[in-house]
């Protein structure tokens, strides 16, 4: 069972419920679904997974639902709305790889194959600003720059460059800023050049933390429990 709930924020009454996994006819993954529900104009869209539901819309005011798509095995990314090409789409990391869905239908426009050992894709998507997106996934995966494009309603998406078994974001996502991605590659943190590929540094063993970009420095949420503050550059790294 996996619900999905709207309730009142003052009282916490339930205006609606839904069993997303039951709507879908799918299984619950194996260690619960991580992603958080996208809400993009009246619909809450979520990614429950499977063959016919893979991709679901309900109505966020009375929890119909509107649509679904479909797609592949879930894991424990989130839906994210993005606008490629000029066309705003919703962005879904499952276990087979990359895929863009659209808004109205949930039809799947494209899809990038990008696996791993386990076929556990987590680490949220990044799209920059030259509308280029960045994935990057754990377990033996690996980093690429996707380019997304349509001409005459035909998608085409194409990597720019893929490095396979470098820059591993296993469970969460890196930070960008100014042509380069900061993140805990494989629990220790680093610094990846957009440009070429290519990692600049990679120093202090923060383990599967979490990050965030304070002015110009990082603040990392340790695994074990410690905070500290990091002074990044692309050239180095001082805590």
């Keep these: ?137 754990g377990y033996g995966g690996g980093s690429a720059l996707l380019d997304v494009t349509q001409k005459d309603n035909e998608w085409k998406v194409a990597a720019r460059w893929t490095r396979p078994d470098r820059f591993r974001l296993k469970f969460n996502g890196g930070v960008y800023r100014d042509g380069f991605v900061y993140g805990l590659d494989e629990g220790i943190l680093s610094c990846f050049d957009l440009s070429i590929g290519k990692k600049t540094w990679k120093r202090g063993r923060y383990d599967f933390g979490q990050i965030v970009m304070v002015g110009s420095d990082l603040l990392v949420a340790t695994e074990s429990g410690k905070v500290v503050l990091v002074e990044v550059t692309p050239n180095e790294s001082r805590e």
């Design 1 to 137: 069972m996996l619900l999905l709930n709207c309730l009142d924020p003052v009282t916490g009454e339930v205006y609606w419920s839904r069993n997303i996994v039951d709507d879908a006819k799918t299984k619950l993954i194996e260690w619960g679904m991580a992603g958080s529900p996208l809400i993009y104009e009246d619909v809450v869209i979520v990614n429950p997974g499977g063959s016919t539901g893979a991709v679901a819309a309900y109505d966020r005011m009375t929890g119909v639902k509107r649509w679904a798509g479909a797609g592949d095995r879930a894991t424990y990314a989130s839906p994210q709305i993005a606008e490629l090409d000029g066309v705003p789409q919703i962005l879904i990391y499952c276990s087979t790889g990359l895929c863009g869905h659209d808004v109205i239908s949930g039809e799947k426009l494209w899809a990038f194959p990008w696996t791993n050992m386990t076929k556990l894709n987590i680490a949220q998507p990044i799209v920059l600003p030259d509308k280029s997106v960045f994935i990057s996934s």
